[in-house]
């Protein structure tokens, strides 16, 4: 079997006893956050993304080992497990060689080689492959069987044909070679089915497509199989892109051929070899290592675009808060009305009201009375305004109530709306407002997002947040899972407050779930606030092993015990008195002392249990106690007079926010209700290989207008803020690449998104990427 936590070692760069000292931390219930933070003595000093990482190969490799250990049994007890095939079973270390090997003795449906074998064909079979002066109908006539369907040589012959076909089929070490071969050197096409140009239109850029299979980037990949799923696209491997065209024979047909010892000759046994081989590329070979290659292609498209999404999320749930401030959230609407609703710095709504100053109403002035009136009688400080329709006329509104009441001292911000018509139905916003009209909730929603993003975010489905790209593609169950973990790394690094926090947001504390959240919640009804972290385990079902957990992630701001505000564990409290005693100092008084802190030499206090590196860590969490690692609140500014798209004018230097990064660009919202897209070739003046180097969802950014396309709402602009955007390069035209060249250099890719890295970008590339967007 294989030393799982050797592997592991040797795929991640770290000691052995790193991972043996992890992989019993996450047997005995430990999570990644607390691992991370509280145990890094154990780990060596393990990051949450390497033990992420680390846990997600224990899974793996642990599947592989139960999956081998079925596998070894089913061949013994079909006496066919030798030596020297256990051997090699053991030493696989992915799943698709190892379920390679099994393919011989996988039970399965009677094959034609194997009705062929029970007719005895198969001495003939052998003959055939190694004897070059037989004569194949000759021989064949001996091998008749009419009781077992092999009435005439002609079936004889196919019969053993078969048998070598299925051998060659079933051979592993082939199988690994033409597989690998293949991705390093097949095209992937595709063509759009017959009579589908005009249904599947958005896909036109697909129609005749071909690219380097190693080379598809996982956005084309998820477009290229979505439009195949909808009946769009064909998909095919072009598996001989060098070869003349008309050409038949393939170049694997010679390699298989070479592989299995098989001499091809003009004789009449080695014409029936080479039809053999053939049959065998064509019918067996040839399409399994389609479905591997497609599914391989899909599985790390998949892989990237939930990593994308991932990254894209923890950004949104790490941006700045507002803070704690009297905020009003509106949400805009035109037919229906602006929802109009006030919470305090606690996020308890105050008030509501729906105002009509839009079309066809146009009670501008009625509503610019209502909207001083509340924030008067509230005192509001900030005013959330939800980026969806209406937007912009909205924020015009809420200008013009700042302009006229300057006394008010507000501040207008325009929010993300993704995701606030999810929380406006939950189980969870129905409870807290019953009896609260559903747009009225996701008003709440806006202003309460403002105000801490990461505490509203976490009451949504991440999924819904909307922040990947092609996200509805990929595994949902991967995808859910890599972002709960994504919500659970964001939630433990911020820390939460035990007295004023969500059930959602406690149930994402390490150690917790959605019971011992509402538990706790429901234990601060009755018996009032916490006033320590030690009074958690009077929570029921909430137990040491729960405390151990989630204790460090809880802050209790009231406390009698200042480390009970910090994010020093209760269990390393003694490491901080022995501090205090050693100095002669208050704890109290040394709490927020830098400069005597940072005179401390950490090794001074470590004991048995506690070494450098967590000593390390409280005296510098001593400094801030509480300390929240979000950046500081700023906010964009919208330009005046730039409302809807036709507002947009090719060389406009604008400034908006990042609302989504993916893997071929930026999407900027510049406040006209449709973000435009920054092209990785335009972010900087420098050549980008990852987008998020150079920007992050929530950035603010300044961008350049380089095209606009009313029709089909598409926007281009570029960060490179001194292009000349009067001077776009053209794009090709779906289908010129290939069309001009059918053969391309070796290593070089084949079709219809080749740009050079200096042009701006323009319609053709917005149309080609805005597909990926996911709002």
């Known amino acids: 079997m294989l030393a799982v936590t050797s592997l592991i ?15 019993q931390l996450l047997d005995e219930g430990a999570t990644v956050p607390f691992i991370a933070r509280y145990r890094k003595e154990m780990t060596g000093g393990l990051d949450d993304t390497q ?3 680390l846990a997600a190969r224990l899974t793996y490799l642990r599947e592989l080992n139960e999956r081998r250990t079925f596998i070894l049994k089913s061949i013994a007890d079909q006496d066919k497990l030798t030596p020297e095939l256990e051997q090699t079973i053991n030493q696989c270390t992915q799943k698709t060689e190892l379920e390679d090997l099994y393919l011989p003795y996988k039970p399965k449906r009677r ?3 194997q009705i062929a074998i029970e007719a005895g064909i198969e001495p003939l079979a052998d003959t055939l492959l190694t004897d070059n002066s037989c004569d194949p109908e000759a021989l064949a006539q001996t091998y008749i069987n009419t009781e077992a369907g092999f009435a005439d040589e002609k079936a004889v012959l196919e019969g053993a044909r078969f048998i070598v076909m299925e051998r060659l089929a079933e051979d592993a070490a082939l199988l690994k070679t033409v597989r690998a071969q293949l991705w390093q050197e097949a095209l992937l096409e595709s063509t759009v089915m017959q009579g589908k140009e005009q249904e599947g239109a958005k896909f036109r850029d697909y129609f005749e497509y071909s690219e380097a299979l190693r080379k598809v980037p996982s956005h084309r990949t998820l477009a290229l199989l979505r439009g195949r799923n909808e009946g769009i696209l064909q998909l095919k491997l072009n598996t001989d ?8 024979t393939s170049q694997y047909e010679g390699r298989i051929a070479a592989h299995a010892g098989i001499e091809l000759s003009d004789s009449p046994v080695g014409l029936w070899r080479q039809q053999t081989v053939q049959w065998a590329w064509r019918i067996k070979v040839l399409p399994r290592m389609e479905t591997d290659l497609l599914g391989q292609l899909r599985d790390t498209a998949e892989t990237e675009a939930i990593n994308v999404f991932a990254a894209n999320l923890k950004d949104l749930l790490m941006a700045a808060p507002a803070g704690a401030k009297t905020t009003m959230g509106l949400d805009p609407g035109l037919r229906t009305g602006v929802k109009v609703v006030v919470v305090d710095a606690t996020g308890k709504l105050l008030g509501h009201s729906t105002i009509f100053p839009h079309v066809p109403q146009n009670q501008w002035d009625k509503a610019l009375r209502s909207l001083a009136a509340m924030c008067k009688q509230f005192k509001v400080e900030l005013i959330a305004i939800g980026n969806g329709t209406g937007s912009r006329e909205t924020d015009k509104l809420v200008g013009e109530l700042m302009k006229a009441n300057p006394e008010l001292g507000l501040q207008k911000i325009t929010v993300s709306e993704a995701g606030a018509s999810v929380y406006s139905a939950s189980e969870l916003a129905a409870a807290e407002f019953p009896d609260l009209d559903v747009s009225l909730r996701g008003a709440v929603s806006i202003g309460r997002r403002l105000q801490d993003p990461l505490a509203e975010l976490v009451k949504i489905e991440p ?9 509805h593609d990929v595994s949902q169950s991967q995808l859910a899972q890599s972002l709960d973990a994504v919500v659970e790394d964001c939630v433990n690094a911020v820390g939460v407050e035990l007295n004023t926090a969500s059930a959602p947001l406690l149930a994402r504390v390490a150690g917790l779930n959605r019971n011992l959240a509402q538990n706790i919640v429901q234990y601060r009804n009755t018996e009032g606030s916490f006033s320590s972290r030690k009074e958690l385990l009077k929570v029921p079902r909430l137990g040491p092993k729960a405390f151990e957990q989630s204790a460090g992630f809880l802050r209790v701001m009231d406390a009698e015990h200042p480390l009970d505000r910090s994010a020093v564990h209760p269990e390393a409290y003694p490491i901080v008195e022995r501090i205090a005693e050693k100095n002669g100092k208050a704890m109290a008084d040394m709490i927020g002392d830098v400069a005597f802190l940072r005179s401390l030499n950490p090794a001074d206090y470590t004991d048995d249990t506690f070494g450098v590196p967590t000593v390390s860590d409280i005296i510098k969490e001593l400094e801030k106690p509480g300390r929240d690692p979000r950046p500081e609140f700023k906010t964009a500014a919208f330009q005046e007079g730039v409302e809807t798209l036709n507002d947009l004018k090719p060389g406009m230097t604008l400034e ?3 609302t989504n990064v993916t893997n071929f660009g930026a999407f900027v919202d510049v406040g006209v209700h449709q973000d435009g897209l920054v092209h990785i070739s335009a972010l900087a003046d420098h050549f980008v290989s990852d987008p998020r180097d150079v920007v992050k969802a929530g950035q603010i ?12 709402k598409r926007v281009g602009l570029t960060m490179r ?17 290939k069309a001009k060249a059918s053969k391309p250099p070796r290593g070089r890719q084949q079709g219809a998104h080749k740009k050079p890295a200096s042009a701006p970008i323009n319609s053709a590339f917005a149309d080609a990427f805005a597909k990926a967007k996911k709002r």
């Open 9 to 23: 070692a040797e795929e991640l760069h770290i000691r052995e006893a790193q991972v043996q000292a992890t992989v």
């Open 51 to 53: 033990l992420r990482h």
């Open 111 to 113: 094959t034609k080689g």
């Open 241 to 248: 892109p060098h070869a003349e065209e008309g050409n038949r």
């Open 463 to 471: 999924k819904a947040i909307g922040v990947g790209q092609y996200q």
């Open 656 to 658: 908006g926010v990042v």
């Open 701 to 712: 950014v300044k961008v350049k207008v380089v095209e606009v396309d009313i029709e089909r």
């Open 721 to 737: 803020l001194n292009d000349d955007v009067t001077q776009a390069a053209p794009t090709a035209k779906p289908g010129q690449a």
